[in-house]
């Protein structure tokens, strides 16, 4: 879309390529523009040689998660979801299957497509002010844009938790679960973000790619079959009556009369 606004900005110096959500006034919502900018940045990491890959955010937020308006207003909504999540889930498995290591720097509250999104690095930084939820079932709708692949990394109660009581995880406690690697003032963030790119690019960085393809791999063999299945699932409730209720009620700052 060549008339679309910058929502990702991209950077390449010394081995690092650098990732920045730009629609930080909006809480970097994921949208189509948005996920095409992000998909073409990580594949343009890949050209680049990159060996690490930074992914941060502009704002008071790393993502508020999907932009509910727009899946409001969308003439054919099954359509919409479909192509938002297979773009976004093709951004999370060209960041899993990528030689690089990606590190996200979260500050703020990643909500919704941006926890997952987050969480998709091999290494996740994050100021003691972050958060993340996985705020789904409120509005009607399962999880998507990996949210699956957290059981692998916090146990499935806790997600179980975290997807259907709609709790918070603080830093801290995303530290103490192991998705965080670091938790840092929010003002020493990227100092440290910094500080770990190159701790990285002084090791070695066919080592590095090994482990984590071995690592992965024996997590999570085939992560893209979890993806279709989010992806089928979003899809089939967006368009029934409790995603459309739950969107509704969201857009109008009401409680939702979701069906019994």
Known sequence: MTDAPDLVRYSFADGAARIT??????????????????????????????????????????????????FHGAEDTAAFI????????????????????????????????????????????????????????????????????????????RVLRLALLGDLLTAQEAYDAGLVARVVPAAELADAAEAVVAQLLAGSGAAQAAAKRLLREQAVAAPEVALRRELLSIRELAVGADGREGIAAFLGKRSAAFNA
């Open 21 to 70: 959500l730009t629609g930080g006034d909006r809480g970097n919502p994921v949208e189509p523009d948005q996920i095409d900018q992000l998909f073409a940045a990580v594949r343009r990491a890949g050209r680049d040689g990159a060996r690490v890959i930074v992914l941060d955010a502009e704002g008071r937020f790393f993502s508020v998660g999907g932009d509910l308006g727009a």
């Open 82 to 157: 479909d192509d938002l999540a297979d773009g976004l889930h093709r951004v999370v498995s060209e960041l899993i299957r990528s030689d690089a290591i990606v590190v996200s720097v979260v500050h703020g509250t990643a909500a919704g497509a941006g926890f997952p999104l987050a969480a998709t690095a091999d290494v996740v930084l994050a100021a003691d002010t972050a958060k993340f939820s996985l705020a789904y079932t409120k509005v009607g709708l399962s999880p998507d844009g990996g949210s699956s692949l957290l059981v692998h990394t916090l146990g499935l109660h």
